[in-house]
């Protein structure tokens, strides 16, 4: 059985894995910060730049849920 403080450094690497991989995400989306209007006309740099939208709502939930333990 994993004790407190092994369980609180086990939360602060797995916080600090997801933070890291929400910045590269970020930075990434920087790239191809374009206005979304109707996806059937996006080119592919629109497309990648919603899926990377996508991402980060996605590690910011995961960061938030495990926050919260």
Do not use: F, G, T
């Amino acid at each position: 059985m994993k004790s407190n403080e092994q369980m609180a450094q086990e939360k602060e690497r797995i916080l600090k894995y997801l933070k890291e991989q929400l910045d590269l995400k970020i930075e990434a989306l920087k790239a191809y910060e374009l206005p979304i209007q109707d996806l059937k006309e996006k080119s592919p740099a629109e497309l990648e730049s919603w899926r990377l939208r996508h991402d980060i709502y996605e590690l910011k939930k995961h960061i938030s849920v495990i926050e919260m333990l």
